[in-house]
C-alpha cells in the first residue's frame, strides 16, 4: 500500500471520528473503534502536538498489529475542530517472535502473553494466546515492572535492563504476576526493534507462563552481582566493571535529555523542556560520581605510583581556566590567571596534576558567591613548586579543615555539588606524586587551597 493515501480524523478530544480500511484496522486491534480516543500511542502524541502548536507535523510513523511491523509517513493538519491525518508510504513487515524459552515447566509460545512495550519499558500492546492468563484490566500505558515483578536469574542479574542497555535481544527473565488463582511465575523473551535511523524503539516479546505458585513463595535475596559485590575495591576489575556497567547507560541517558531539553526534534512544554536539563545535569553528576569511584579504585591499589613528567604549573593552571572559563562566567565570577611569562617547573603527571586543578578551580566556582573573583597564583620555596588557587566564598573553620580531604566528607552540604571524592582523590594524587594538597582558610575569609610538587630547576 505505497501509494495511496490512507486518511483519518481526530476530532479535538481526540477521539477518531473517520478513518479508512488500514487506520481502521489498526484502531480496531488495539482495542478502540471509531468514536473512542486515537488507541496508537505514538500518533496520539502527534496529533496532541500538533493540536497544541497549531501547526502542520510530518512525522515517520511506527506501529504493529497482531502479525506485522508497519512503517509509514504521518502528515497532521490540525484545525479549530481537531486534525486530519494523511499516511502515505505504508509498508508492513511480517512480526517474528522470539520463541519463548524453553528452561520453564508447562510453557510453549502459543500458550501466554505477547507484548510490546516503547524505548521506555511502557506498555503498549498486550494480548493473551491459546490457554493464557486473563489480561490485568489497567495495563495500558504502565511500565513492564510494574505489571510483571522481575525477578533475578543466577547471578542477580536481570536480563530485560541488560538488554535495555545493549540493545539487543534477551529472554530468560523470570517474572512473577498477581493472579486470581495465585502468584504466577512466567518467562519473558523478546526482540529489540528499531526505527528507520537505527534508533531503539522498543521491545516485542512473548510472557510464556510457569506453574502456579499459591502459598507466595518467599524468594530469597539476590545473590551477589559478581560484577561489583564480589570485587574488593582494590580489585584492578572494579574500576573497569564500573566504567563498563555503568558509563554506557549513564551516557545515553544524558543523550536524550539533552535532545528533549533542545527540542532538537520539535518544540515541547517549556516544563518539560526543564525537567529534562535537570534529568541531564543528574546524569552528569552520576558520571562524575562513576570517573570519581573509578580514580578512588586506581590511587588506592597497592603500588600506585604517578608518573613524573616534566610540567609547568603556570601552563596547566592558564588550561583549566580555559577549560572552567565558561562555567565562570556563567555566575560572573572573574578568574585572575597567572600569566603567559609567569612560569613554575615542577616534576609530576601532566594529567593528574590537570585533574587536581580542574577539581581546585570547579570548587572554587561551585562555592564561590556571584559577580566574585578568584585568584591562581604559582609560587616557588626552596625546592618546591606551588599553585594556589584563592576564592572569596564563605571559608572553612578550623574544625572543617580537619576533615575536608577526607573520603566523602562535603562539609554538611547537602546539594548535588559534588561526591565528596574530590579532594580526597586531589590529596591522595597530590602525595603520589611525591607533593602534598593543603588549605588555608577561615570563616568568611575564603578558601585557598595550594598544591605543592617537587620543584624542576
Known amino acids: 500500500m505505497?501509494?495511496?493515501?490512507?486518511?483519518?480524523?481526530?476530532?479535538?478530544?481526540?477521539?477518531l471520528v473517520s478513518a479508512d480500511a488500514p487506520l481502521l484496522r489498526?484502531?480496531?486491534?488495539?482495542?478502540?473503534a471509531i468514536g473512542q480516543p486515537l488507541a496508537l500511542p505514538n500518533l496520539?502524541?502527534?496529533v496532541a502536538l500538533a493540536q497544541r502548536l497549531q501547526r502542520d507535523i510530518s512525522r515517520p510513523l511506527y506501529a504493529a498489529d497482531d502479525h506485522s511491523d508497519i512503517h509509514a509517513l504521518v502528515r497532521v493538519l490540525p484545525d479549530g475542530e481537531g486534525a486530519n491525518l494523511e499516511i502515505s508510504d505504508w509498508r508492513t513487515r511480517p512480526i517474528v517472535l522470539p520463541e519463548a524459552p524453553a528452561d520453564g515447566a508447562g510453557m510453549a509460545p502459543g500458550d501466554g502473553w505477547i507484548?510490546?512495550?516503547d524505548q521506555r519499558l511502557r506498555l503498549l500492546t498486550l494480548h493473551a494466546e491459546g490457554d493464557a492468563?486473563?489480561?490485568?484490566?489497567?495495563?495500558?500505558?504502565?511500565?513492564l515492572s510494574e505489571l510483571f515483578e522481575l525477578q533475578p536469574d543466577e547471578q542477580g542479574r536481570f536480563p530485560v535492563l541488560r538488554a535495555l542497555a545493549?540493545?539487543?535481544?534477551?529472554?530468560?527473565q523470570r517474572v512473577r504476576v498477581e493472579a486470581e488463582q495465585g502468584t504466577v511465575t512466567m518467562t519473558l523473551a523478546a526482540e529489540p526493534l528499531f526505527d528507520a535511523t537505527g534508533r531503539l524503539t522498543g521491545f516485542r516479546g512473548v510472557a510464556a507462563r510457569g506453574a502456579v505458585d499459591t502459598d507466595a513463595v518467599e524468594y530469597p535475596a539476590p545473590p551477589t552481582d559478581p560484577a561489583f559485590g564480589s570485587l574488593p575495591l582494590s580489585d584492578p576489575q572494579f574500576g573497569r566493571r564500573i566504567d563498563g556497567a555503568l558509563r554506557g547507560p549513564l551516557s545515553r541517558i544524558i543523550a536524550t535529555a539533552e535532545t528533549i531539553h533542545g527540542q532538537f526534534d520539535g518544540p515541547i512544554r517549556a516544563d518539560y523542556a526543564r525537567y529534562a536539563g535537570d534529568i541531564a545535569h543528574a546524569g552528569r553528576h552520576l558520571l562524575g560520581l562513576v570517573d570519581d569511584l573509578a580514580d578512588l579504585q586506581n590511587i588506592e591499589r597497592p603500588g600506585f605510583k604517578a608518573a613524573a613528567d616534566q610540567i609547568d604549573l603556570g601552563d596547566l593552571a592558564r588550561r583549566a581556566v580555559g577549560l572552567l572559563g565558561m562555567k565562570a562566567e556563567e555566575k560572573g565570577i572573574r578568574i585572575d590567571a597567572p600569566r603567559v611569562d609567569d612560569k613554575m617547573p615542577a616534576t609530576g603527571e601532566f594529567r593528574r596534576v590537570l585533574q587536581v586543578l580542574l577539581n581546585l578551580l570547579g570548587n572554587a566556582i561551585r562555592y564561590s558567591p556571584d559577580n566574585s573573583q578568584i585568584w591562581i597564583r604559582v609560587d616557588r620555596e626552596g625546592n618546591r613548586?606551588?599553585?594556589t588557587v584563592a576564592d572569596q566564598g564563605q571559608g572553612i573553620s578550623a574544625e572543617q579543615q580537619d576533615v575536608v580531604f577526607e573520603k566523602f566528607e562535603r562539609l554538611g552540604r547537602t546539594d548535588s555539588g559534588g561526591s565528596g571524592l574530590g579532594?580526597?582523590?586531589?590529596?591522595r594524587l597530590a602525595r603520589a606524586m611525591d607533593g602534598d594538597l593543603t588549605v588555608n582558610s577561615a570563616p568568611g575569609q575564603g578558601a585557598r587551597f595550594t598544591l605543592s610538587l617537587p620543584a624542576r630547576d
Open 2 to 15: 505505497n501509494e495511496r493515501i490512507v486518511r483519518g480524523r481526530v476530532d479535538s478530544a481526540g477521539r
Open 166 to 172: 545493549g540493545q539487543t535481544r534477551f529472554d530468560g
Open 385 to 387: 613548586a606551588m599553585v
Open 26 to 32: 489498526l484502531q480496531q486491534r488495539a482495542g478502540a
Open 133 to 143: 492468563l486473563p489480561i490485568p484490566a489497567d495495563w495500558e500505558g504502565r511500565s
Open 423 to 427: 579532594l580526597y582523590i586531589a590529596r
Open 44 to 46: 496520539a502524541r502527534l
Open 115 to 117: 507484548w510490546e512495550c
